[in-house]
């Protein structure tokens, strides 16, 4: 079936980065926008950027703008989420999400990976 499988959180000081990864499986990953999200305690999860299937278009929420860079190589099935400049308001389960419109989370969800930013 469709998995995802997310990679690289952890606990980073303020200012510090961190690399996600997201490997995908079951699924014709060439095929679908791949979406990445966040959720933290007593928020709605929030969709963060997205990048689509072939052309490598991105897009990326205001609160990360500048700071984050998504990618995806297709020969891998992999995509990645680059986070510079962490703040502690970017303390999230951070999901990988697969699906076929723009801007918009798909049906095919990873099973999260905390990252805590201490300030």
């Known amino acids: 079936q469709a998995q995802l499988v997310e990679s690289g959180g952890g606990l980073v000081q303020s200012g510090g980065s961190l690399r996600l990864s997201c490997v995908a499986s079951g699924f014709a990953f060439s095929d679908y926008t791949i979406n990445w999200a966040r959720q933290s305690p007593g928020q709605e999860r929030e969709l963060v950027a997205a990048v689509n299937t072939f052309s490598g278009i991105t897009n990326y929420a205001r609160s990360v703008r500048g700071r984050f860079t998504v990618s995806r190589d297709n020969a891998k099935n992999t995509a990645y989420l680059q986070m510079n400049n962490l703040q502690p308001e970017d303390t999230a389960v951070y999901y990988c999400?697969?699906?076929?419109?723009?801007?918009?989370?798909?049906?095919?969800w990873g099973q999260g990976t905390q990252v805590t930013v201490s300030s």
């Open positions: 999400n697969a699906g076929q419109e723009w801007w918009s989370l798909g049906d095919i």
